[in-house]
């Protein structure tokens, strides 16, 4: 088999595990329980945000080697559409530690402003890209263009990492010591 080239030596092999992965435990879940429950439903979302995030970065790795004036709007579809989806759930993370803590009313409110405001811009950041020069553009002459210090989603993996850390360092005492490591490693 030769080896295949892809977009800063990308290969699909982490996405494809993913992709199994979340088929398996989609099927885990949907086999074994009954209950109902709010953060069960949010890991059952999560796989399916996973899955699209998975498929996107794949697809987005093929059609980036050979963008085209007719797919450059493709390929900023499927990179917009693999970054923001992987936002997507570490906002739902940090919900999830909301709903383990059993926070305050005030305190969740802000924390879903902080949650989701960021979440808002940090899209539309994605999204303007192309227009602002920030992080991932292709010039007219289908150069592709990344801009790795200004790379909005370092940004954005920083703020949601520093939001969970903090819920996690002020709510200590309400976790299980197993449970907290686990968070730990998650994040």
Same mark, same amino acid.
């Given at each position: 088999m030769p080896d295949l080239l892809f977009y800063q030596n990308y290969t699909p092999v982490a996405d494809i595990s993913t992709i199994a992965i979340c088929i398996t435990y989609c099927i885990l879940l949907g086999s074994? #329980?009954? /209950?109902? $429950? $709010? @953060?069960?439903?949010? =890991?059952? /979302? +999560? @796989? +399916? /945000?996973?899955? +699209?995030?998975?498929t996107s970065s794949i697809l987005f790795h093929v059609y980036v080697e050979r963008v085209t004036e007719q797919t450059r709007l493709l390929v900023y579809g499927l990179r917009n559409a693999a #970054? /923001?989806?992987?936002t997507l759930v570490y906002v739902i993370f940090c919900i999830y530690i909301c709903n383990l803590v059993d926070m305050e009313r005030k305190r969740r409110i802000a924390l879903m402003i902080a949650l989701w405001g960021g979440f808002a811009l940090t899209g539309m950041l994605e999204i303007l890209a192309p227009v602002t020069k920030w992080g991932f553009y292709i010039d007219s002459e289908l150069n592709i263009? $990344? @801009?790795? =210090?200004?790379d909005i989603f370092r940004f954005t993996y920083l703020y949601y990492s520093i939001i969970a850390m903090l819920l996690l360092i002020v709510y200590r005492k309400k976790f299980l010591r197993k449970m907290y490591r686990c968070l730990w490693g998650v994040i």
């Open positions: 074994t #329980y009954t /209950i109902r $429950q $709010q @953060n069960l439903l949010l =890991f059952k /979302i +999560v @796989n +399916v /945000i996973l899955m +699209v995030s998975a #970054y /923001i989806t992987i263009h $990344q @801009n790795y =210090f200004l």
